[in-house]
Nanobody
């Protein structure tokens, strides 16, 4: 099995910064894409940012220039540095990882438990 542990959420004032972390553990052979999504009540989960195993990144238009996704392959960890936060960034943020795992070298998509980010105005 593969587990994800997220950390770094919390309450911050508008204009402030937070850094989210997500560490993967388990019988992982390799990690393909890693990413962050967010969701607010009554709305669908939306992509925030993704990063491939080669380091290519993709961002939602709403966070470009403010958020930075990065990964540490040695630690199986993905980060999301969030700067210039706005009240509309308030959401539960979910880590998403695509891994190759186990003796069968199976592909698996795993979601984190979610971490709440609240930005006050």
């Amino acid at each position: 099995q593969v587990q994800l542990v997220e950390s770094g959420g919390g309450l911050v004032q508008a204009g402030g910064s937070l850094r989210l972390s997500c560490a993967a553990s388990g019988s992982i052979f390799s990690i393909r894409a890693m990413g962050w999504y967010r969701q607010t009540p009554g709305r669908q989960r939306e992509l925030v940012a993704t990063i491939t195993s080669g380091g290519s990144t993709k961002y939602a238009d709403s966070v470009k220039g403010r958020f930075t996704i990065s990964r540490d392959n040695a630690k199986n960890t993905v980060y999301l540095q969030m700067n210039s936060l706005k009240p509309e960034d308030t959401a539960v943020y979910y880590c998403n990882v695509v891994v190759i795992y186990g003796v069968t070298m199976s592909r698996l998509e795993v979601w984190g438990q979610g971490t709440l980010v609240t930005v006050s105005s």
